[in-house]
């Protein structure tokens, strides 16, 4: 029954995004006028997205971001390529690589399989870098290597919670303005010493790099560029937010967890 109800669910959102796609199909004049969020700048369609994948990544970092670009991909109206990148095509496990992390030998712990690796370096609009366990891996040196190889190339850099001490780590962060999880604040902000971290933040963007705060305010960080960087943008973040039943914040300065947390307040504005 529960299955029943969730691929009910998943065909009446197919359904649903089907019938929103004809009538606001974007048309290559409102393409070509679309200005992105500094509103200088004319923007073709995002095609090509890439995940950055590491062991012990933090699973809603990965699939949350997926799971409303997948929508937009099912309403039909842009064509969109997905790159899972990793260092190996072998399966990437969420199990923590250090055993102390794991004492009571759980096997509590989901595969994804790669579908490139960094040495195919595919041509990327966007490149999403997670968070998780293993961003503070000694080990992380491929990932990091990527990173700072590939930034040039992109058109946007995402990174979701602690995925920011990745691109710390490999310096594209420095200079900006950009935040991190406030959860593990003291613990990645240190990564780089040359980056301008920002609190409160559910989000923050500094010219094409989009970072949030942790994992859940990746979702909304997600909509907002959907919202700045697609002709149609606000209508689909109102249908693919909807759909999913997610509160939206829309309001980047919006993060309790800064408080909760006690990380002190840090603008570097005016
Ligand atoms: C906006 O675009 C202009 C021209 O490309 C660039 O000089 C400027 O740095 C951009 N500003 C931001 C915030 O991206
Ligand atoms: C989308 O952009 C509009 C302005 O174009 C703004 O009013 C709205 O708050 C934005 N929504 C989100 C979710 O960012
Ligand atoms: C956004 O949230 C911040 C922090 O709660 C608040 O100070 C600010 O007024 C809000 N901005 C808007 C436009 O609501």
Not at 78 to 96: C, D, G, H, M
Not at 124 to 151: F, K, M, N, W
């Amino acid at each position: 029954m529960v299955f029943h109800s969730v691929s009910s669910l998943i065909t009446s959102l197919s359904y649903m995004l089907a019938l929103f796609s004809p009538s606001t199909r974007a048309t290559d004049s409102s393409i070509k006028t679309c200005r992105d969020e500094n509103t200088t700048t004319p923007i073709t369609p995002l095609l090509n997205y890439g995940v950055l994948l590491y062991r012990a990544f933090e699973l809603m970092d990965v699939f949350g971001p997926l799971e409303i670009l997948q929508l937009l991909t099912e309403s039909k109206q842009y064509k969109q390529n997905l790159f899972l990148l990793s260092r190996t095509l072998a399966p990437v496990t969420t199990e923590p690589a250090y055993p102390p992390m794991n004492p009571l030998s759980s096997s509590f712990w989901p595969v994804i399989l790669p579908t490139h690796t960094f040495a195919d370096d595919p041509d990327l609009d966007v490149l999403i870098v997670p968070g998780g366990a293993g961003e503070r891996s000694p080990d992380l040196g491929p990932e990091v290597a990527y990173l700072r190889h590939a930034y040039p190339k992109l058109r946007y850099l995402i990174t979701v919670c602690t995925g920011a001490g990745v691109a710390a780590r490999a310096g594209v962060l420095d200079g900006r303005r950009a935040t991190t999880s406030k959860y593990a604040w003291g613990d990645i902000t240190p990564l780089g010493n040359g980056v301008k971290w920002v609190a409160p933040a559910r989000w923050v963007v500094d010219g094409n790099i989009w970072t949030s705060s942790g994992v859940t305010a990746g979702l909304d960080l997600v909509f907002a560029f959907i919202n700045v960087t697609y002709p149609n943008g606000p209508e689909l973040t109102t249908l693919i937010s909807g759909a999913i039943e997610h509160k939206l914040v829309s309001n980047s300065s919006d993060d309790p967890f800064a408080a909760r947390f006690n990380v002190p307040t840090q603008n570097y504005l005016g």
